[in-house]
Each structure stands twice: as structure tokens, then as C-alpha cells.
């Protein structure tokens, strides 16, 4: 019943929020139908439209897997862009500054972990501010994706700029610290494959493990978890590093699986959009496989509705804000609770 | 005529009635004390006045008129003024701006004229406050103290000040009852909640003590002493319904020694395996601080806690707040402390937990202390008493030396209160050293091997042959404190 009840509501939020859209691309002119069909098969469609959809999905899915946990650990982390972005930055610089073309069986693990460090380290910060200063995670994780940002524009225009100093964008990564695309898979790498496997790695770190009850219990009542002798400070830094940790890594693995460089604008926005996966998710990691997958299709649908339907793009992001809308106002779980 | 009369005030909250043949009686320019044990009525008699409670039954009366007082903002309009224990100011606001906060007036609030009205305002009450200082930067006793002043800028003649004296340090306490002295000459009248004898002697001229919701006297205080108000206050002697364990004291278990931390004067206590030692006292003389003690989160700030039979285990006082976790399930409450210290075997291996031990443990804990639930069960569909099982089979699954329990049967029915005690006696038996802090006086007699009193922070001991609800009640209220 449980369980019925746990689909329900984000399916119900997502078909009332698509059906307002409808509404909406009427309003302003456009054919409903034509537009949301144009949106599904661009997404869908065919198989090169599916494995767009497929690869966007990689970095929503990890920034909304350790969004998930964060908030239910009752941190509110916003920071997953930035995160994102170090991680990618860090990524980059080992490969086109560190190792050069290093031996590839090393370079890859070891960047997709660099990567993951610095993800770690990023959240790390906001962590340590929030633990010994009292600094609230919402204001430091914002501000941080800023300093992210901005660093990894400075940095493809400066030190990671490519030898060549063409374009702002860093060297592109040599074959070997490059994620392999799948065998008969034009785009979808290897690293997909890891992502996919990360909600059941989290899903029992969060229900199956010692961790995670303390962490479930520190979001759900700090004082009473104090008395159990959980030391909240503990758990918010341990769930900041491996929220960041996750963030990271899907920076590591868009630079050396999908865009093979570094460059500004790398993953616009997946940060914020993986929040609305957790939420919609409703905070349950198994959960974030198929939130993350819709989010995935709706941009990557957009261009094809822009095109066929001549329905602005930025309707999708009104789609994505209905989204959002709807599946917090449906009640969002105890985070305790499955 | 009486200023104020409230008469045979009945109210009823669910299945508890909390206050039934209530009444209070205020004359201009006099201090009335208000007192009673936790839970006697106090706050619900004086949330009637104020119109924070609509009575079941009874009448108030202003001036001789029957009057109805439905909310707060009436009982402005007809010059009731009320101290909370909770300040209702606003931290980020000056002290001229709390004070105008909430009165009809201009939109626009010039602050100079704002400072300058408060100033005036203040000097006439003789408050000494910065009217441009902001509310948060003021110690408590000035908060108070504007609390007062905000109560009196509305016109007050009738001021209830709830536990004020609870707040405060003993300087700023006989600042307040000079205060309150002068606001009476003045022809105010005042209702003064105190759990405090001296307090109570010193400003006070009439008392109306309150009984489980009845009022059981009203006099002047002049002639009363302390025994004779402990009595009014805890009643005649009932037989307990059940008796201490007989144990013979074992080994030192637990020292406390000179134990001094806010809210903690200077605590000496020894425990002793297989001893069940009760605390009696009313609330906010050092049980708080005295559970945190034991439960590992507050520190001494000198004195010394000597663990000699560890672990110790605490059955939380407040058990929602600090107790169980109530969207975590059965099973998931009772072994937290087990997953806080890493994952111990046997419910966790490599600290995964391990579904079937997990589920097995709390069967058993659901059989041996007959909790109505199921082991997946979120705690929150738990009944109150089931609740507080649970809170005691977890307390117990460390296997503790010393078991400190707070106020475990509060709010529980007469079986699932029975059914607690029985466990702290068999704990006793089986050579824990049980601490008992209650404050709920049968229950101590009931239980305790040896008694104290807590008295705003110190231990007051109560004689071995003196374990009657007279005596005990004399020491709550401080007699022979000092």
C-alpha cells in the first residue's frame, strides 16, 4: 500500500503539472498536444533522443542523490552545482595539468575520485562554517556555487585554457582518461552505469546501515538524537562530505564521459534541477532513478518542442517550476520515513 | 468589592480535568500569591484571566460585573496584564518599539518621539531601560522588566506575573519584589506564581493555594508559616499505593560532588547498586540541567560526576523532545544508541544492521515490557504509555549500573503508571542504582528508598523517618534552604 501510495504522488504531481502546461501552451498560442508530443519524442523518440535523455539524467541523478540524503539529515544542501563544478575542475586539472597523458587505467579512477574530493571538500567548507561557526548551510552552499563558478570560468581562461588559447576552454582529455561509450551506444558511457548503481548503494547506507539511522535520526529530532548520544555535528559534516562527494563525481564524469573538456556553462543548472529530483523523489534514493530520468527528458525535449512546435524553450522550465510546485505541495515525507 | 473575581472556574481538556472549583479573589493594591504542586492549576487559572483559555464553567467577574474574556485583547481592555514565563518581545526591536508593538496607533512611528514617549513611560514606572536599546542586547531581568512596563503602557491594573522569579539571579530578584512592592502601593493588583517561601513572605499579603484544580484555601498570609502552607499545598497523607524496593545498598555506584553548572548550586549525591534514590522537587530547581548532567550533554562547570558502574542510562524527561525519535519506527528507537556507537553486534555486522537479529530484538523488548506495537511500527502511532515503555526498554537495553529516570509516568494512565514503577523497583532489585527525579510527589513516596528535595539547585535530604507528604512539601518551597 505503501509503496503504491510513495509512486502516486509523484506521478500525480508530475501528470497535474503537465496537464497545467498544457493549459499554458494554449494560453499562449501553441498546440498542447503537438508541443508535449514534440517534447516526448525529442526525449524519447528514437534511440539517439533517448540516449541524450539518458546522459543528461548522469549528474541529475548524482546531485539529487546527495541533495536526497542531505535533507534527510534535515541539511539543506544547495550547493550541488558548485559542487559539481570543483569537481569538474579538479577532474580537469589532474588530467590536462597533473598526468598529462598519464596511463589511462590510473588516471581515470583517480580523476573521477579527485573529482569526488573536491566535491567533498567544497561541501566540506560549508560543513565546517555551519558545525564551528554557526554559519546556516543554505547561505554558505549559495554562495559557494558562486565562488565555483566563477572559478572554473577563470580557471579555462587562465591556467586550464587550452595550449592553443583559441577558446576559454581547457585541452580536451586524451582517449585514456576518457569514460568509454558503451559498447553499441553512441553516447552513453561507462559511467552511467556507476551513477545507475549509486541510488542502491545509498538506499542502504540510508535504511541499512548504523549511519544512516543516525543521520535520519539527527534531521528528524537533533535533541533527541543528541540524547541517544548522536552527535549531530558529526553527522551534518559526514553527510555534507558525502553529499559533496556525489556532486563531485558528476562533475568528474560529465568532463571525462560527455564533454571530454573543461568549459564555462559546463552543466548549467543541473545543480538546482537535481534538488527538485530529490524532491519530487520525495527523498527516497531508489526514488531519484526515475525523478532524475524525467527531469532528464524534459530538457532534453525542449530543443526538439522549440523547433517542431515553436514553443519557446524556456516553457520547459515553466514545465520543471510546475513540477517543483506541485510535488512539494503534495506533502513531502517525514524525512524519517520510507 | 474584589477588583478581580474569578469563581468556580471548571475546565476540561480531554480526558483531564485541570481545573474544577477554582477561584481567586483580587483586591486593589495587594500581592496574591498563587501556589500550588506541578499540574495543580496555576497556569490554566491564570490563562482563564487572561483569556488565553475559555472556562467550561464559572464566573469572572470585574469590578462586580460578570465579564467574558475570550481572548487576549479583552483582557487588555479590561486592564489585565500578563509576564509570561516566555518573554512575548521581539528580539530585533528596541525597547520603545516593543513597547508601542501591537497598540493602535499612527502608521508612521517617528523614532525619536517613539524614545522620548518611552522614556517617559519608564521613568513614571520607574523602570530604569534605554528606550533605543535593542531588546536582544538586554539581560533577562531588563527583558522582564520591559515584559512589566509593555503590561502597564496598556493600562494594566491587574498584573499576573507567571514563575518570575524562576529567571533570575538573587540580586535581580529582590529588585523585582521591591518593584512589585511599589506597583502595589501604587494600588495595582498583583497575582504572583511562585514556588518560592521567602518570596512569597516578603512581598505578599494574601495567598490562595491551589489542589488538583480546586482552590483549597485563600488568606491572608500574615500567621501562615511554612509547614502550614507545605500542608495546604501537597495535602494530608494518602497511603501510597505501592512501596520502595527492600535492597540492601550495594557498591558506589554514581558520586556527585560538589556539582556546580547553571542551574546546579553545588550538588553532593551518592548512589549506591541496588538503591533506588528519589528526587522530589518542583519543576526548574535543577532537574533539567540535572538530566542533561547524566545524559551526557552538559558539562560541569566545577564539582566532579564519578561513574563508578557505567553505562548510565536516562529515561528522558521529556519524551518526545529528547526521548524517542517518533518518525523512526519501534525497532529503529530502541537501537540508536547502539547505531551512535558505530553499529555494535549483534543488531549490526560491519555496520550494516541485520534485519532478522534487529526484528527479534525488539520482539523480545515488546514481550518483556508488554508494548502494544509492532516492531515496524512508527513510533508516533504509539500510545503515550506505550511510548514511555519503549523509552524504558531502551534505557534498559544498555544494560545499565546507574538508571536515571525523569518524570517517567507523567501523562501516563493508571496501569502504564504502575507498570513503570514496578520496573524502576525490579531494576533496584536486580542491583541497578536507580535515580529517581520526579516531581510528582506520591510517586516519590512511592518509590524512594531515600529522599530529596531539589531546591534551586541544591539537595535539601529529608530524614529517613520523615518521608511524609508534609515534610517533603515544607522543602519544596525552600524552608530551611538556607
Not at chain 1, 590510473?106 to 573529482?115: E, I, M, Q, R, Y
Not at chain 2, 523614532?111 to 513614571?124: D, G, N
Request: glycine residues 10%; proline residues 6%.
Amino acid at each position: 500500500m505503501s509503496y503504491v501510495r510513495a509512486f502516486a504522488q509523484p506521478l500525480g504531481a508530475a501528470a497535474v503539472a503537465l496537464a497545467a502546461a498544457a493549459g499554458l501552451l494554449a494560453l499562449i498560442g501553441a498546440d498542447p498536444i503537438a508541443a508535449l508530443g514534440a517534447l516526448a519524442a525529442g526525449a524519447l523518440g528514437d534511440r539517439i533522443a533517448l540516449e541524450n535523455t539518458v546522459v543528461r539524467m548522469g549528474p541529475l541523478l548524482l546531485v539529487g542523490l546527495g541533495v536526497a540524503l542531505s535533507f534527510r539529515c534535515g541539511i539543506w544542501n544547495i550547493g550541488g552545482e558548485g559542487q559539481l563544478y570543483v569537481g569538474a575542475l579538479a577532474a580537469t586539472a589532474l588530467v590536462t595539468r597533473g598526468l598529462g597523458a598519464g596511463p589511462g587505467a590510473v588516471s581515470l579512477p583517480l580523476a573521477l575520485l579527485v573529482g569526488a574530493g573536491a566535491g567533498a571538500l567544497w561541501a566540506g567548507i560549508a560543513a565546517a562554517l555551519r558545525v564551528r561557526r554557526g554559519v546556516s548551510e543554505v547561505l554558505s552552499t549559495i554562495l559557494l556555487n558562486f565562488i565555483a563558478v566563477l572559478a572554473v570560468a577563470w580557471a579555462v581562461h587562465g591556467p586550464l585554457q587550452e595550449a592553443s588559447g583559441a577558446y576559454p576552454q581547457s585541452d580536451a582529455f586524451p582517449d585514456l582518461a576518457r569514460l568509454a561509450v558503451l559498447p553499441g551506444m553512441r553516447r552513453v558511457h561507462l559511467g552511467l552505469v556507476l551513477a545507475a548503481a549509486l541510488p542502491f548503494a545509498v538506499w542502504v547506507l540510508l535504511f541499512r546501515s548504523a549511519a544512516g539511522l543516525r543521520l535520519r535520526a539527527v534531521g528528524l529530532s537533533p535533541d533527541a538524537a543528541r540524547n541517544a548520544h548522536v552527535s549531530p555535528e558529526r553527522e551534518t559534516t559526514r553527510v555534507l562530505l558525502i553529499s559533496g562527494a556525489l556532486a563531485g563525481l558528476a562533475g568528474a564524469l560529465e568532463v571525462s564521459g560527455v564533454t571530454g573538456r573543461l568549459f564555462e556553462n559546463l552543466a548549467s543548472g543541473y545543480g538546482f534541477t537535481a534538488i527538485a529530483v530529490a524532491l519530487l523523489a520525495r527523498l527516497n534514493p531508489i526514488g531519484v532513478l526515475p525523478a532524475a530520468f524525467f527531469f532528464a527528458a524534459l530538457a532534453s525535449g525542449s530543443g526538439a518542442m522549440q523547433r517542431v512546435a515553436a514553443v519557446p524553450s524556456v516553457a520547459v522550465q515553466v514545465i520543471e517550476a510546475l513540477v517543483i510546485l506541485f510535488s512539494v505541495s503534495f506533502a513531502l515525507p517525514k524525512s524519517g520515513a520510507r | 468589592m474584589p477588583r478581580v473575581a474569578l469563581r468556580d472556574i471548571c475546565k476540561r481538556f480531554g480526558a483531564t480535568e485541570a481545573l474544577c472549583g477554582a477561584s481567586l479573589e483580587l483586591e486593589p493594591g495587594s500581592v496574591h500569591a498563587l501556589l500550588g504542586e506541578n499540574g495543580a492549576g496555576k497556569t490554566t487559572l491564570v490563562r482563564v484571566l487572561y483569556g488565553n483559555v475559555r472556562p467550561d464553567s464559572g464566573v469572572i467577574e470585574i469590578d462586580g460585573r460578570p465579564v467574558d474574556i475570550p481572548n487576549p485583547s479583552r483582557a487588555l481592555a479590561l486592564g489585565i496584564g500578563m509576564v509570561h514565563q516566555h518573554f512575548m518581545l521581539v528580539p530585533a526591536l528596541t525597547v520603545a518599539e516593543n513597547l508601542v508593538l501591537g497598540e493602535p496607533g499612527s502608521a508612521w512611528l517617528p523614532r525619536a518621539r517613539l524614545a522620548a514617549e518611552a522614556r517617559v513611560l519608564l521613568e513614571r514606572f520607574g523602570l530604569a531601560l534605554d528606550p533605543e536599546a535593542r531588546t536582544e542586547t538586554l539581560a533577562v531581568a531588563q527583558m522582564q522588566r520591559l515584559e512589566i512596563a509593555r503590561a502597564l503602557a496598556r493600562g494594566a491594573n491587574v498584573l499576573v506575573l507567571d514563575e518570575p522569579t524562576a529567571v533570575l539571579a538573587p540580586p535581580e530578584v529582590d529588585d523585582l519584589l521591591a518593584l512589585l512592592a511599589r506597583l502595589r502601593d501604587e494600588g495595582k493588583s498583583i497575582v504572583l506564581i511562585s514556588h518560592k517561601l521567602d518570596e512569597i513572605t516578603a512581598v505578599c499579603d494574601r495567598v490562595t493555594v491551589l489542589r488538583a484544580g480546586r482552590t483549597v484555601a485563600s488568606r491572608p498570609l500574615a500567621g501562615l508559616d511554612a509547614s502550614e502552607l507545605g500542608r495546604l499545598m501537597v495535602g494530608d497523607s494518602l497511603p501510597p499505593a505501592g512501596r520502595p524496593p527492600e535492597t540492601e545498598p550495594g557498591p558506589l555506584a554514581l558520586e556527585l560532588v560538589g556539582a556546580r553548572a547553571p542551574g546546579l548550586a553545588g550538588i553532593d549525591l551518592a548512589l549506591r547498586a541496588g538503591e533506588l534514590v528519589a528526587l522530589a522537587g518542583i519543576d526548574g530547581n535543577g532537574q533539567g540541567p540535572l538530566e542533561q548532567l547524566f545524559a551526557g550533554v552538559r558539562a560541569l562547570d566545577s564539582g566532579e560526576l564519578r561513574v563508578l558502574r557505567a553505562p548510565i542510562a536516562v529515561i528522558p524527561g521529556d519524551r518526545h523532545r529528547n526521548g524517542l525519535i517518533l518518525d523512526l519506527s519501534v525497532e529503529e528507537n530502541l537501537v540508536l544508541p547502539e547505531a551512535a556507537r558505530g553499529g555494535e553486534p549483534p543488531i549490526f555486522r560491519a555496520r550494516i544492521v541485520r534485519k532478522a537479529e534487529l526484528h527479534q530484538a525488539a520482539s523480545r523488548a515488546i514481550e518483556r515490557f508488554e508494548i502494544k506495537a509492532r516492531p515496524a511500527d512508527p513510533a508516533r502511532s504509539l500510545s503515550g504509555g506505550n511510548q514511555q515503555k519503549l523509552s524504558v526498554a531502551r534505557a534498559l537495553r544498555a544494560r545499565p549500573g546507574v538508571l536515571v529516570a525523569v518524570n517517567p509516568t507523567r501523562g501516563l494512565d493508571v496501569a502504564a503508571t504502575a507498570s513503570v514503577r514496578e520496573e524502576l523497583r525490579r531494576e533496584a532489585r536486580a542491583g541497578t542504582a536507580v535515580l529517581l527525579i520526579s516531581t510528582e510527589l506520591d510517586e516519590v513516596l512511592e518509590l524512594g528508598q531515600r529522599i530529596a528535595v531539589l531546591f534551586r539547585g541544591r539537595l535539601l535530604p529529608v530524614a529517613a523517618g520523615a518521608h511524609t507528604r508534609a515534610a517533603i512539601g515544607r522543602l519544596m518551597l525552600g524552608e530551611g534552604a538556607s
